[in-house]
C-alpha cells in the first residue's frame, strides 16, 4: 500500500522567508512522486514531479523539491515566499500510474 | 478543447437519487482519471482509465458508483441512490501517453456534488 502524510493541514510564512512543505510518503516500491498547486477557485496543476532521475527536482515558480530515500521524505521549498504562492498544495505518490494518493493537502498563507 | 471540462459544476440532489457526472478531457489523451475530494481530505482516487484497455475501478468506494468512458473520451461518472456521505467535489484528469506517470494530469474544475 502506498501513501502521502503531509504534516501541518496551514502554514503560514511572511513574503520573502522560505517556504517549508513537508511531505513524507510510504511505499513498498520505488516511488514516483508529485507536488501539486491549487490556486482559490481554480484546478490542480501540476508544480513538479520525481521520476527517479535526479533527486532534486525543479519546479514551476521557483519551487524544488528533494527525494530522500532514507528519510521517506519529498519536502517541497522556495527561497522566497510571494503573495502569489498562497495556494492549497498536494503530494501524491503513485508506483504504477494507475492509482496516484494524495495527501490532505497543506493550505499555505503568505503575510505582507 | 482547451482544458479538462465538467460539467455540471455544482449539483444539489436529494438523498436517494442517482446523478451523473460529466468530464471531457483533453483532445487525444488516453489516460482518464476520476478523484473525490471531501471537506478536509486530500484527493481519493476512484477509477482510471487507459485507452482501451479495462479499467482500474478498485477506488470506487461501492456498486452505487460506476463510470465509463464512450469512444475513448468523454467519461460519464454515475452515483446510484445518492447518500449524504457522497456530497464532495469530483474531480476528473487525463494525460497523454500510457506511461502515464511520466505525463502531466490536467485537471478540470470539479463538479460540487451536495445531497441534501
Known amino acids: 500500500a502506498q501513501s502521502v502524510t503531509q504534516l501541518g493541514s496551514h502554514v503560514s510564512v511572511s513574503e520573502g522567508a522560505l517556504v517549508l512543505l513537508r511531505c513524507n510518503y510510504s511505499s513498498s516500491v520505488p516511488p514516483y512522486l508529485f507536488w501539486y498547486v491549487q490556486y482559490p477557485n481554480q484546478g490542480l496543476q501540476l508544480l513538479l514531479k520525481?521520476?527517479?532521475?535526479?533527486?532534486l527536482v525543479k519546479g514551476i515558480n521557483g519551487f524544488e523539491a528533494e527525494f530522500k530515500k532514507s528519510e521517506t521524505s519529498f519536502h517541497l521549498t522556495k527561497p522566497s515566499a510571494h503573495m502569489s504562492d498562497a495556494a492549497e498544495y498536494f503530494c501524491?505518490?503513485?508506483?504504477?500510474?494507475?492509482?496516484?494518493?494524495f495527501g490532505t493537502g497543506t493550505s499555505l498563507t503568505v503575510i505582507p | 478543447g482547451a482544458g479538462v471540462s465538467q460539467s455540471p459544476s455544482n449539483k444539489v440532489t436529494e438523498k436517494g437519487k442517482d446523478v451523473e457526472l460529466r468530464c471531457d478531457p483533453i483532445?487525444?489523451?488516453?489516460?482518464l482519471y476520476w478523484y473525490r475530494q471531501s471537506l478536509g481530505q486530500g484527493l481519493e482516487f476512484l477509477i482510471y482509465?487507459?485507452?482501451?484497455?479495462?479499467?482500474?475501478k478498485s477506488g470506487l468506494p461501492s456498486d452505487r458508483f460506476s463510470a465509463e468512458r464512450t469512444g475513448g473520451s468523454v467519461s460519464t461518472l454515475t452515483i446510484q441512490r445518492t447518500q449524504q456521505e457522497d456530497s464532495a467535489v469530483y474531480l476528473c484528469?487525463?494525460?497523454?501517453?500510457?506511461?502515464?506517470?511520466?505525463?502531466?494530469?490536467?485537471f478540470g474544475p470539479g463538479t460540487r456534488l451536495t445531497v441534501l
Open positions: 520525481y521520476t527517479s532521475a535526479a533527486t
Open positions: 483532445s487525444g489523451h488516453t489516460a
Open positions: 501524491a505518490v503513485t508506483s504504477t500510474g494507475n492509482q496516484f494518493y
Open positions: 482509465f487507459q485507452g482501451n484497455s479495462a479499467p482500474d
Open positions: 484528469a487525463s494525460s497523454f501517453g500510457s506511461s502515464s506517470w511520466f505525463n502531466e494530469q490536467f
